[in-house]
């Protein structure tokens, strides 16, 4: 699912090196060499998810909303958040006026138009909102209208996420296959060699927010000249090359590398406490997992802390916590979170009997493309093992995983990790469509009155409910938090670590 | 000769056509799905399916298959679904760095080898020939990429002397990619000159007691004469089989050193691409790596005319 992880966060992301200090002056000019964990599959951020895509996508492409610091919606193209009426059914956006693309040509509604016609076709996320989508509509040159059949609560987030993006593209760019990438963004694309580097360079044309930088939201300030994403897949390289000075941020390291990385000259550690959440898909549609008795008997059997562990290593890189939301969230809730972490394999071995287990294998997939996905599912196999579960443990590399996942025939558990979302409704098993396909009444209810509801207090609650219901139906098993190690150059000012590292804002210092 | 190269080069395109076949069916037949890779872990079986029609490979296998001979037959390998580029482009981008890099990486081993497993012979059953022969088998036996991450340790991180990885940025000149190349070079020629030197030895070794050898000794000639006019040419045959099997697998089998150095090389690209099944570049590139083989080959065939006389097509 996810590579990356998010979600600095709500305040709880501890940011614990490398913070942005205003002590500093900023300085313009310079190129940052950001080492990434591999090649792009494609630089359509609508089309595909994948947060390396919205990472270095970001720059260039622009959305109508983000996300302020403290992962609130807030305004982006748009100049102002929405005038919502009809019972949250008509969003009003009133565009900013004066905003270019890289072609030099003015942003209009009809751009905005064309560009949400095509994310409601062909982004997953843009889909969830088409389903209840009336029409989109040019009010004047610089107003959109979006008219709902249903209210829908998540709008604004998936207007504001950076993959599976609503960016914004010039009308007369828009294909089913993009061939050029023109965005708002204040860098733009100058070249880009597969494999070796892709180069962005300021776009002068920029028109940038008033106020101060806040978090993705606020005024992007361009301070460098260049910045190069330059794919490293191997992390022992991405780690050596941030020593060496030559990466000035080097992303996704290993976190065994810390202790390496700390006192050196050229590079400095970056943790982001609660990154993201791996979690243990069950099949509800078909097979040995549709029996909800197993599902409790395989969650009795699991042992969270052994699984992180295994996975994480150092403890300062992961957390024990089944609450679907880490501390520092509004969504953060313990309902329900008494069944996590139980690892009793006798229990599990009742439950499993009571629910008339009959000694099937439990087909688990993994892949090794993700190590700490299949670390855990060595430890996760050796429990369900000991609570008398017949275990076949299937290692296959991600794009076969991705396809077999699909396959309701095909297996039983799947292992996949997200990030936290900004809205829950956004959380990937929760519609009966993601593999998994889980569909029950009370879920559908509750996940239904979620995606309609607007009053914040009422979502809360709901949502609530709705882990509760996760924790008594077991559609997935979430095993815990894990924390991210990333290396930034001591000269590399005004950036604040996040899960999806921008450096606008940023500059070198000389 | 004329009738010999003749053959040699219709023989050259029937492997290559097995090649292409059997790299067409395998790709396909293996689990995996392009669509699926790019639209990211979130897409859904519909947004999928409507990926695979655009890029047509919802089509039968068969009629993709003709539709890629066509293709072949007109000159073009067909376009990546991943890199917004044709294949050919692709492959052409990835030549620079391979070429380089087999070139620098075969004359380093061949600059250790050659002397080495002349001398190693020369001297059988010494302390050298023994430290010889446990050092190849100690060469031979470092995984390339451990090798490669001691060298970015000493020579870049330590010394600051070479970069630790890729193939220098937008204003990088020719000068400075080459440089890029040094350690990644050293990696593999240290690796492959294990099996050079191991066949140079054991090739000299059949040499040196031969008749000839001992005429010519005893004709008065200065033994370095000996060994290296006389000994030497006859024991290259098999040596330069190895020294040109060994280019062809540099050209594709330098993965794991590409990765670890972050060179945009033809392994790198295939590694890529199987991984992400994108299914023209596997195909054009596996051609054109067998095309390479096949290519050498025949070259090492026509040096045996120049090495040694009595060898005739």
Redesign the interface.
Known sequence: MWERITAAALGGAAILVGAFSPAFAQERGGVVNVATIGELNTLDPMIATGDLLGMVTQHFFETLYTFDADWNVTPLLAAELPEVTEGGKVHTIKLRQGVTFHDGTDMTAEDVVASLKRWFSVASRGQLVAAKLDKVEAVDDYTVRITLTEPFAALNSLLAFNNSAAVILPSEKIADTLTEYVGTGPYMIKERRVDQYLQLVRFDGYAAREGEPDGFGGARKQYLDEIRFVPVPDANTRVEGAIAGQYDYADLLPVEAFDRLQGQAKTEPLVLDSFGWPMFIMNNKEGVMTNPGVRKAVQAALNAEDMLAAAFGKPEFYKVDGAMYPEGYPWRDDAGVEAYNQGDPEKAMALAKEAGYDGSPIRILTSRQYEFHYKMAQVAAEYLKAAGFTVDLGVFDWATLVQRRAEPGLWDIFITHSPFLPDPTLIAPLPASYPGWWASEEKEKLLGALNTEVEMDKRLAIWADLQKQIYEEVPFYKVGDFSSLSAKSPKLKGFSGSAWPYFWNAYLEQ | MARYVLQRFLGMLSVMFVVVTIVFVIVRV?????A?????????????E??RV?LGIDQPLVMQYLFFLGQLLRGDLGQSI????SVTS?LL?RAEPTTFLTLFSILIASAIALPVGILAAYRRGTFFDQAVTTLTMLAASIPS?WLG?IL??AF??RL?WF?????G??DASFLTRLHHLVLPAVALGVVSSALITRFTRASMLDVLNDDYVRTARSKGMSEFRVVLKHAFKNALIPVLTVIGLTAALLVSGAVVTE????L?GVG??VV?AV???DYPVIQGALLVIAAIYVLINFGIDMLYLLIDPRVRY
């Open positions: 293996a689990p995996g799905d392009p699926a890779v790019m639209l990211g872990p979130d897409a859904t079986p519909a947004d999928i409507a990926l655009r991943f890199l917004d580029m692709a981008d990429f991450l970015i340790q870049s991180v600051g970069p630790v990885a890729g193939y940025g937008p990765t670890v150095f972050s945009p790198n690209l890529s991984l992400r099944r």
